[in-house]
Each structure stands twice: as C-alpha cells, then as structure tokens.
C-alpha cells in the first residue's frame, strides 16, 4: 500500500504499528518480536526498492523517530497480555487441582461408606441370617414346641430371613454402586458392561468390551468414565 501510493503513508504507518500492537495483546511477547521484526525489514525492504525503482520516499516514510515509541508500546501491551495469559493459566491449574481434590474426596467417601456397608451391616445381616438359619432349624427339630406353633414360628422364621437376605442383596447393590473396585479387576470394558446388563432398562453396547482391559487407562479416569456412564 505505501508502495502504490494507495493512501496517506503516516496513516498506513499507523495502522501498521496498530496492527502489530493488536498482535501483541492477542499472541503474547515472542509473536509480537516477530512481528516487530518482520515490519521492519518489510519497511527497510520498500526503502531499498523506492531507491532502486526510482520513487522517492516521503518524509513521513523516512521518519524514524516514533519507532521506539512504537515498538515499546507493543512490547509493554505484549508483556502484560503474556502475564494475564499466565494469571489466567495459573488459576486454571488452581481451578483444575481443587476439581480433582473435590472428586477424589467423593471417591475416597464412597468408599468409606461402601466399606462400610460391606464389612458391617453386610457382615450383620449375614449373621442375622445365619441366626435365622439355625432357630429355623431348630424350631424343626424341637420336641418341645407343640405341633400348631410349629408351622406359625418356622414360616415366620423364614419371611425373616427372605427380608434380610433381601435386605443384604440391596446393601451389596448400593455397595457395588458406591465403589466400582471390579472396573479396576476386570477392565473398565467389562465393568461397563455388567452396568449395561444390571441397569433396568435396555441398554445397547455398541463396542466390544475387551478393547478396555484392565490397566488400559489410569484407574482415575477409569473411575470417571465409569461414573459418567452410570449417571446417564
């Protein structure tokens, strides 16, 4: 443009020194010297060619002087994008570490609460059972009982113990739900899989499940896929 005279050069100077400011506030300090440096030699470039063709520059095209004032203009504006952009990394990584923290801190009490359910009331109502097992038998077995209460206690005897085996097969359900350790033993494909199978509705798997084996990603994104999945 300043070559073919297309408009006034001090004001295609300054949409130059615009241009590469903008630059600067977009790509950061390293872009902006490159830019800086490749405006230059396109300018000393044109010079050369004026002198060469036989156009003489004009004052404003040889005018200098407000270079550096330029140029330190772009690279303070390049500078302070470079630290936003930094800050603004910075508090990403922040944002990034306490979302993992807060979804490792909901994994970690899930499986607190899954332990629990397991190793006690699990282990309670299996003793409760065994408990129902033996007066059970032993209401069949006893000669002091008359032959009415018989049938009475042993049929209420064993709606005891449906109820609590039923009771034991809903505590391992919400325990397996709770804390999906088999994703880690069998695969996240094979996990996903007995999801498909128990979720209560017709679910359609469209890939093979041994192209996730165990190991296959890490065990946390394992557990998040996994979670994603069972909410939907």
Avoid: C
Avoid at 86 to 102: F, G, M, P, Q
Avoid at 153 to 170: I, K
């Amino acid at each position: 443009a300043l070559f073919l005279r297309l408009a006034d050069p001090e004001i295609l100077l300054q949409g130059l020194w615009l241009t590469v400011a903008i630059g600067a506030f977009i790509y950061g300090l390293a872009a902006a010297l490159w830019r800086i440096l490749v405006a230059t030699a396109i300018m000393i470039g044109y010079l050369a060619v004026s002198d060469v063709v036989g156009v003489t520059p004009t004052e404003e095209q040889l005018e200098f002087t407000e270079w550096p004032l330029m140029v330190g203009i772009a690279v303070i504006v390049a500078v302070l994008a470079d630290r936003v952009s930094t800050s603004a990394r910075h508090y990403a990584a922040l944002y990034r570490k306490a979302s993992e923290r807060l979804v490792t801190a909901h994994e970690e009490e899930r499986a607190r609460l899954a332990r629990e359910l397991h190793d006690s009331v699990g282990q309670t109502l299996t003793a409760v059972i065994l408990t129902l097992d033996a007066a059970g038998n032993e209401l069949k077995t006893s000669g002091f009982e008359t032959a009415q209460a018989r049938p009475v206690g042993h049929s209420g005897v064993l709606r005891a113990r449906e109820l609590a085996a039923s009771a034991l097969a809903e505590t391992r359900q919400v325990a397996a739900k709770l804390r999906p350790t088999r994703v880690h033993e069998i695969g996240l494909g094979a996990a996903l899989s007995n999801l498909a199978r128990s979720a209560g509705v017709p679910v359609d798997l469209r890939f093979d499940p041994a192209l996730l084996p165990p190991g296959f990603l890490e065990p946390d994104m394992e557990i998040d896929i996994y979670r994603i999945v069972q909410e939907a």
